[in-house]
Nanobody, 128 residues
């Protein structure tokens, strides 16, 4: 079983930046794809970014492409989301998740149901 803990959220003005972290424990995630999702009030949880087990490939939602960067440090069992040029529409609870079925795969999935374990989320609020 994997435990995921997100951190780094907060309140930021439009145009600002935040760096989210997702620390895993219980087992290594070095073989697994990882994803970031977000959920705004009254909306469905949506895909933000994903990264393969070795960081060799990434995938982004169109809404964040060019502004957000996903990365990972397998030695620290941690995944990051660097968010730049934040806008009020980025306001949401951000979740990280692990795709245990990926196992050294180069494929990345955007579907919520694909991911097996989730963190508790971290709130990101962007003021205008």
């Amino acid at each position: 079983q994997v435990q995921l803990v997100e951190s780094g959220g907060g309140l930021v003005q439009a145009g600002g930046s935040l760096r989210l972290s997702c620390a895993a424990s219980g087992r290594t995630i070095s073989r697994d794809a990882m994803g970031w999702f977000r959920q705004a009030p009254g909306k469905e949880r949506e895909f933000v970014a994903a990264i393969t087990w070795n960081g060799g490939s990434t995938r982004y939602a169109d809404s964040v492409k060019g502004r957000f960067t996903i990365s990972r440090d397998n030695a620290k069992n941690t995944v990051y989301l660097q968010m730049n040029s934040l806008q009020p529409e980025d306001t949401a609870v951000y979740y990280c998740a692990v795709d245990l079925r990926s196992y050294y795969s180069v494929r990345l999935f955007i579907e919520v149901a694909r991911y097996d374990y989730w963190g508790q989320g971290t709130q990101v609020t962007v003021s205008s």
